[in-house]
Each structure stands twice: as C-alpha cells, then as structure tokens.
C-alpha cells in the first residue's frame, strides 16, 4: 500500500513509518525540513510541507494518484493560546480532508485523535457510546476536528483513533516523570494525586492498532488502550523500582494554586509545557477509557506498565535523556 503520514518526525509517527515500511508498504513523509527528517533516520518519500488552517496545500501535488491511506497523526498537544488548537488541529485537519477529498474520488483517512476529544471518566471508563465532554481546548480542537471531517465525507473509508496516555521510546512527555523519580522528588496534581486513574497503551501495542486499521481498511471510531488502568502512584512506584530509588518525597500542589501558576506562566515570555490548557487535564481524577471497539477486530494490547517502564527506560538512558 502507499500511505502518507503527517507528523512523521513525532513520536507516534515516526514508530508508525517503521512498522509499515517493515511490512513492505511504500510511505510518504510529510515533513517540515528534510534535513531534521534524515537526522532521524527516518526512511521513506519524503514530501516537504506543512498544514494551513486555509491555504492551497500545493504539496499535494507531490503524492502519487494511487495513494491507498492517510494517517494524520500531526497536531499540537501544548500552547498558551487556545487559537493555537482550533488553527493547526481543527481548521488544519479540516483542511487537509477537504483538499484530500477534492483530489481523490477513494481513500482511507485515519485520524488520530485522543482521550481528550472526549473528556475525563467519572464513576466508569469512557465508552465511544458515551457523550463527549471536553474540558480543555486541546480536547474541543480535536473533537471538533473529528465532527469536521465526519461532516465534510462523502466518498472516503474514515477512522478515529482515540489514544490515551502513550508509553515508549522517544516520548519526550513521560521522560518529565522519570527525570521527577530520579531526583526522589515527586510534585503531583491535587492532594489525592497519587490515587488519580489513567487508561495508558505502550506504543507497539498502539502502533499494532493503527496498522491493522489503516492497512486493513476498518472503520469506526476507536478508544485504544490496555485493558488495565492504572494509578500515578502505579506509575512512580514503578519507575521507582526499574531506577532502584529507594525513597521519594511527595509533594501535592493543590489545585487552585496549580490553576494559579499555571495562568502565571503563560505571561512569562518561555514556551513550557505547563499551561492553562494542560492544568485543565491536570486537575482531573480519572482519564480511563474502554477498549472494547479494539478487541472487537482481533487486538488486546499486551505490554504491561512494568514492562514498558523497562523498554521506555533503556531508551532514554541510550539517548542521555535522564
């Protein structure tokens, strides 16, 4: 198959461009500088551009007419401005799928969503079947880019894919939590942060999903996690016990003054990962989901957090990340 691949220099993307040149299928990259691309050691065609929230996306022009699937894993997860997610990850995606749509009469279109498109648990793990809840702009740009796009198809196969919190080599979100073991210092969300729940997936076990969905033409909307939940405290003790910490001392930062320093930040003239946006998701007590749409087409993902603390950990240490 030929398929495109937006955001291929990311973490998702760029595990995904080696699971499927593996198995044989043809990529095209869509990469901002070719030059960032080949210090990755990315392989595969490489289409220099980027997405507009309305300009001709005249790099299209570059893709061969017999592309198969479009998996559009491209987006922004962190800004101090909430224009910032409704022009790359909503107008943007919306965007693309139209000029996609005007060139080709078929085509696979996967987007890749999130948890967040729907919003945090409450007393169960969130289900397709339930209603949507954002409570970050992050979260709305994405769910409104799926409302878009599924309003705009007349003629393509189309897929959502809503991961939740993503484990793996090349993660450079969940390095934040090692670097926090390794200095036996834990800052947490909220006075109850060690007890907050979360749905997670390694990003084989991800990646195994996307492939199959994508190669094997299946549609739907997906939730895509392990069957497990976990707690903060599962995740620190357990990065904990692969570094061979002995103690840690916890720190909880209550919410108000975490709301606080985070509209603080965003007057500093700094890009931090730490925003309004972000304390949003922070505050929550639960981000779980089912996964019962992925079991539905034959895929349980099977790494364990233990087992992708190890993975995860052997990485970072190889790439002088910790």
């Known amino acids: 198959m030929k398929i495109l691949i937006t955001g291929a220099t990311g973490f998702v ?39 507009s929230a309305d300009k001709e996306l005249q790099w299209l022009s570059n893709l061969p007419e017999d592309l198969d699937s479009v998996v559009h894993v491209a987006g922004i997860v962190h800004s101090p ?11 943007g995606t919306k965007n693309l799928f139209k000029q996609l749509h005007d060139k080709y009469n078929k085509l696979h279109f996967v987007f890749i969503s999130s948890l967040a498109a729907g919003g945090p648990s409450q007393n169960s793990p969130r289900m397709i079947s339930d209603i949507d809840a954002p409570i970050s702009a992050y ?3 994405k769910l409104d880019a799926e409302h878009e796009i ?45 007890e907050k729940s979360y749905s997670y997936i390694f990003i084989s076990d991800l990646i195994d999903i ?58 500093l003239p700094i890009s931090s990962r730490f925003t309004k946006d972000k304390a949003k998701e922070l505050i929550q007590n639960s981000w779980c989901c089912s996964n019962e749409e992925v079991l539905s087409i034959g895929l349980e993902p099977k790494i364990t ?9 052997k990485d970072y240490e190889q790439r002088n990340w910790l």
């Open 13 to 51: 993307g760029s595990h995904l461009n080696e699971r499927l040149r593996s198995e044989g299928h043809e990529t095209f990259l869509l990469v901002r500088n070719e030059k960032k691309a080949k210090e990755f050691n990315l392989e595969g065609n490489f289409i220099s551009g980027s997405l």
């Open 210 to 267: 996307i492939t199959k969905i994508t190669t094997g033409g299946i549609e739907g909307k997906f939730y895509s996690s392990h069957s497990q939940s976990i707690t903060f405290s599962d995740i620190i003790e357990t990065i904990k016990s692969e570094m061979k910490i002995k103690r840690l001392i916890n720190i909880p930062i209550p919410h108000g003054l975490l709301t606080a320093v985070a509209t603080a930040s965003s007057w």
């Open 305 to 313: 957090l233990k087992e992708a603390i190890q993975i995860t950990k």
């Open 139 to 141: 979260g709305k740009s």
């Open 150 to 194: 599924e309003k705009m198809n007349e003629k393509f196969s189309l897929s959502i894919i809503r991961p939740p919190m993503i484990i793996g080599p090349r993660d450079p979100a969940i390095v934040d939590i090692f670097k926090m073991v390794k200095s036996q210092v834990i800052i947490g969300p909220g006075m109850n942060f060690l």
């Open 81 to 91: 401005k909430d224009e910032d997610f409704v022009n790359i990850n909503t107008l």
